[in-house]
């Protein structure tokens, strides 16, 4: 079956009221971050179980569908892409990690990154030079920033914690609360493995914090403690 057949498919359950939902929710409006975004209206778990069924599907159609105009199935390539890259042999990893970085305008919104950058830009960069995710920190769109911070998911799983905090430190003045999020949230990820690491982060940098980005980071915290970081009054 090729990108058209699936899409065929596909489109058959879409819903408009969960689209039009959907576009409120993911900011399409004018100005907004994903100003427009087009959806369908299909439910994630629809999405995964094409993904069970056409995991195999070649690279050139899986571009067909991240190129798309519809947010779900630019969202089923790169779950496709997600699901191919831990099984795939080194050269086809090469390419479907040179694939995503080549296709970054199309991963535009905050979910499509969150479900494919740890899974294929962290893996491939695990066993290799990080030096990638500080360009795209440096990137000035926005996704990019996001992928970069959300790949570090990959290290983090495996108790590696460095490029978290590193990147986290050069995204704190980031003006974009996607990224407060992003940042707050890896962080909350390294705590969870390791609080002494995080706090050794927040006792240096709370200060400097957007308040999004340290509320996300000590979620997990008793309040007590949580208290303490928002009102600077821990000891120190």
Known sequence: MNAAEIQREFRR????????????????????????DVFLGIRVPVIRTFVKTHRTLGLEEVKELVRSTYHEERMLGL??????????EAKSRELIYKFYLNHTDHINNWDLVDCSAGKVVGAHLFERKRDPLDKLVRSTSLWERRIAI???SYFIMRHQFDD??????RLLPDKHDLIHKAVGWMLREVGKR???VLEGFLREHHAAMPRTALRYAIER????????????????
Do not use: C, N, W
């Open 194 to 196: 390791d609080e002494a």
């Open 164 to 169: 978290t905090l590193r990147l986290s430190e």
């Open 13 to 36: 359950h879409g819903d408009s009221a969960a689209a039009a939902h959907a576009q409120g929710f993911f900011k399409t409006g004018p100005g907004q971050y994903a100003e427009g």
């Open 150 to 152: 959300v790949a570090t």
């Open 221 to 236: 915290m008793p309040e007590a403690k949580r208290k303490s970081y928002l009102h600077g009054t821990f000891e120190s």
């Open 79 to 88: 779950l496709i892409l997600a699901e191919q890259y831990p099984k795939a």
